[in-house]
């Protein structure tokens, strides 16, 4: 198991404005700074546009709520 966490904007937020803090928000990302205080706090920044993000929390959301769904064993 995994955590992850994403930036987001209300719905109604202009596109303009949502690629300005893509971009922005991916490049403070890419900074080597930031890629090495991850490193050291043993995490690991994935960059991406706010389509793949929304992939992304499809799939989790599917993945963890098959395993959320199904019957717990026994703990005898």
Do not use: C, H, Q
């Not at 719905?11 to 890629?35: Q, Y």
């Not at 098959?66 to 064993?73: A, C, E, F, N, Q």
């Amino acid at each position: 198991m995994s955590g992850w966490f994403g930036f987001g904007a209300p719905k109604d937020t202009l596109i303009e404005i949502i690629k300005k803090l893509n971009k922005e928000i991916n490049a403070g990302l890419a900074d080597p700074k930031m890629k090495a205080r991850y490193a050291e706090l043993g995490r690991t920044a994935f960059l991406g546009s706010p389509a793949e993000l929304g992939t992304f929390i499809a799939a989790e959301t599917e993945k963890w709520g098959k395993v959320l769904k199904r019957p717990s064993p026994a703990l005898d």
